[in-house]
């Protein structure tokens, strides 16, 4: 064959192939445009849900998700100006974990987000990202709380330097995290969650899927760090538990974990809670009938708003109460870091193997304030070796 002949075959066999690649990419985008044009007509989507992003499909290629991963998400509260603190959080979650994972992230918050939030936060999320708007009868007085009486409370509670004492939002936040946001429209798709606040660090490698793990070792809420509540922001949260008790008996597991809340089988509350502002768990447990008829019986009381009552004390005292001992735990293996508490794992070897690069001195565990030494006492766990040294 004459050479010219040949050539003007390669030509137009790489003028076809780049023909059809066009082709191809050009209909991908014209999907995602398509996609984009939905996010922003909010009419489309059920109340409640003001856009899905789909994730990214441009730039570096993704790892590929190793193994089986189960039905969950990451969810974070947020205003629209913790968007950079947010993208901190997201990016160690990401460099530490979901970058070979990539499972969704719900975002939701009171007002609705603006462009400069879903753009930073769907371009960092290796997985789909949901943005969600929050009913105003979640995020406002329930008819049966007194508001003057709730502002009188703010009032004393400010003079008192009460931390957050004079906020209404922040107890709009609390009460939400403690009985809405597994119920929002976004999060009925989901079994189990990860709550991410802004400004967190992760600081080591996270190597087994923590979501995997609580789904095929029977476990339905985790935590990190644990610590005591302070008594002026639930002087009544004890009581309203102890009468939830009483009327409702049925819901009370019978391998608990009260020892980790009272030293005296219940008669008091020590304020021993877990930290909430990181929490793996699971959605079906806090929408169970029992869960909900807990949240209902501490949110008729008003301690929400009559005092201060925080999300934290809110849950670990469910868990301890309505949960089997070894349904509830501590993730050793996630370094955790939320201002000012510090979760290093104990462990040399743990620390090198996962890359971790927190100072161990750091790992707040086994010091006075905290109480995760009275977990492991309460459902009988041995301590880890070399926990004495980080006292
Ligand atoms: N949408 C929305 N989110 C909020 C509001 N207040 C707090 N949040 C979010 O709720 C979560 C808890 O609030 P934080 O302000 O972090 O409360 P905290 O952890 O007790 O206190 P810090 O020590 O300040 O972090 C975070 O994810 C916040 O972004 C609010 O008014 N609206
Ligand atoms: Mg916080």
Redesign the pocket.
Known sequence: MPTGARYLRYILFAFFTLACFYFYSSSSSGLQTRTGTLNEQSSLYPSGVQGITPKPTGGVPLPEADGIRVNATFV????NH?VWE?ARSIRQVEDRFNRNYHYDWVF????PFDDTFKKVTSALVSGNTKYGL?PKEHWSFPEWIDEKKAAQVRKEMSEKKII?GDSI??R??CRY?SGFFFRHPLMLDYEWYWRV???IELFCDISEDPFKFMADNGKKYSFTLSLYEYEETIPTLWKSAKKFMSEHPEHIAEDNTMAFLSDDNGETYNRCHFWS?FEVGSLNWLRSPAYIDYFTSLDKDGGFFYERW?DAPVHSIAAALMLKKDEIHFFNNIAYY??PFTHCPTGEKTRLDLKCHCNPSDNFDWKGYSCTSRFFDAVGMKKPEGYEDEK
């Open positions: 974070t509260l947020a205003r913790d947010i939701l918050n009171d007002q929050i957050y939002s922040y709009h936040m995290e606040e802004p400004s502002n925080g939320h201002v």
